[in-house]
């Protein structure tokens, strides 16, 4: 793979609006790699807090579960309330950029406050803004990914992005616990490196990310593109993607459910519960441009579907009954799956939505399917939290593992394509 660092123009794709490719060794475009930036800065900030914050909640603030399972679930799935929202003021103002500005800005300014936030109420406020500046950022952010990427090259491109994500995401984990490992119970000097981190990226996000208009270039280029109309967001084969995320996302719990689990399962020192996420993450950045292409070569339907068979395993190996060296093994696979699991969902979803869909609607499709999937996700963590409260974590992911294997096949039935949907690419 060559990544470029001059925008060279790129001839236009007449029915997407995005750079075609030129050649076997097509060039990822420096708005992907800088993006790639934004969001490995972005990722460090979120995922050091993200470490951290099941214990703080738990035992440095004496939360239950349940509690922190609402929060969970709002941090998964609150940025629903405004995913749509964003990627209409993207399309229909062509700005994507500034939309992503705000949002970025916003998750700063949420970093902050959890400085000073000492309760549930508070806690809940921060986490609150952090996830709508999120639900405010990230399709806009893909669009720009989107329309910076060949048509046939969208997993490659949406993997390096991811790739440089999931950097910013092990490393995150991996401060926290430095500081942690320095300071005991340092939870709050966690949280000013975070801000620290928010902050930067906000500054090369404005600085370095070019203010790309993808209606306004095809016309420029002499390619005609109808303005947003949200009958855009009716096409079947987008509706049947929303359908199949969302059921999905219905028994999707959130990492630091099963990451709790682990930990009660071996029972080691809090200072290590961090690189938990760090296991994960490593393995999704190793996987995220690799998984990416054979979505460009057998198709995205294809590795999402593969992506949650690999999610089944991870439930089963955290519900195991084991014990010692068996637990330990265990406890490795199963952030190796997450770390699969991710690397085949997360940038895959968002190019099949950004393929499904006409330029003039790009934006507004991948938040469509965001925001099924995070408000999905917010009712899987608020009714795990109930079932292990009131079950037990075994009983509750053995659950969530049997209901996500009756919906793996409906899923793949949804997405198989229909005879009358050929397209050029995989992804369309």
């Known amino acids: 793979m060559y990544i470029s660092l001059s925008d060279r ?41 993200a470490a951290v914050l099941p214990l703080y909640l738990t035992a440095a603030l004496g939360l239950s579960v349940v509690a922190y399972g609402v929060i969970d679930g709002l941090y998964q799935g609150v940025s629903s309330v405004v995913r749509i929202a964003a990627g209409w003021a993207a399309d229909r103002g062509d700005r994507p950029k500034h939309v992503a500005l705000v949002g970025y800005g916003l998750s700063a300014v949420a970093r902050l406050g959890l400085l000073f936030a000492g309760g549930f109420g508070a806690i809940t406020a921060v986490v609150v803004g952090d996830r709508i500046g999120k639900g405010i950022r990230t399709a806009p952010r893909d669009a720009l990914i989107a329309a910076s990427s060949p048509p046939t090259e969208l997993g490659r491109s949406f993997g390096l992005h991811r790739m440089l994500d999931t950097v910013g995401a092990a490393t995150g984990p991996v401060i926290a616990f430095v500081v942690l490992l320095l300071v005991p119970e340092g939870y709050r000097t966690v949280f000013v490196v975070s801000l620290a981190f928010a902050l930067l990226g906000v500054v090369v996000l404005g600085a370095l990310v070019p203010d790309r208009r993808p209606r306004a270039e095809r016309a420029r280029d002499g390619v005609s593109s109808a303005p947003f109309r949200w009958r ?91 014990a010692g060296a068996g637990a330990v093994a265990a406890t490795i696979a199963c952030l190796l799956a997450l770390g699969v699991f991710y690397a085949a969902t997360d940038g895959i979803l968002a190019a099949l939505a950004s393929a499904f869909v006409p330029v003039a609607a790009r934006t507004s499709g991948i938040a469509a399917a965001q925001t099924v999937v995070a408000a999905t996700r917010f009712i899987a963590a608020t009714g795990f939290g109930l079932l292990w409260f009131a079950l037990g974590s075994s009983a509750a992911l053995v659950i969530a593992a049997c209901t996500l294997a009756v919906l793996i096949p409906v899923a793949a039935l949804l997405l198989r394509p229909r005879a009358s949907e050929g397209g050029a690419s995989a992804w369309t």
Request: charged share 15%; glycine share 12%; no cysteine.
């Open 232 to 322: 855009l967001l009716t096409a079947p084969r987008l509706i049947r993607l929303l359908v199949a995320a969302g059921l999905l996302g219905l028994v999707t719990i959130g990492d630091g459910f099963l990451y709790l689990a682990l930990h009660d399962r071996l029972d080691f020192a809090p200072m290590w519960f961090p690189l938990l996420f760090v296991g994960t993450n490593i393995v999704y950045l190793t996987l995220a441009v690799p998984i990416g292409r054979l979505g460009d070569r057998v198709g995205g339907r294809r590795v999402f579907i593969g992506g949650q068979v690999v999610l089944l395993g991870a439930y089963v190996l955290a519900a195991l009954p084991i």
């Open 9 to 49: 123009r790129r001839r236009e794709d007449a029915s997407t609006g995005a750079p075609a490719a030129t050649g076997r060794a097509a060039r990822v475009s420096s708005t992907v790699v800088a993006l790639g930036v934004v969001s490995l800065l972005t990722d460090v900030s979120s995922e050091a807090t």
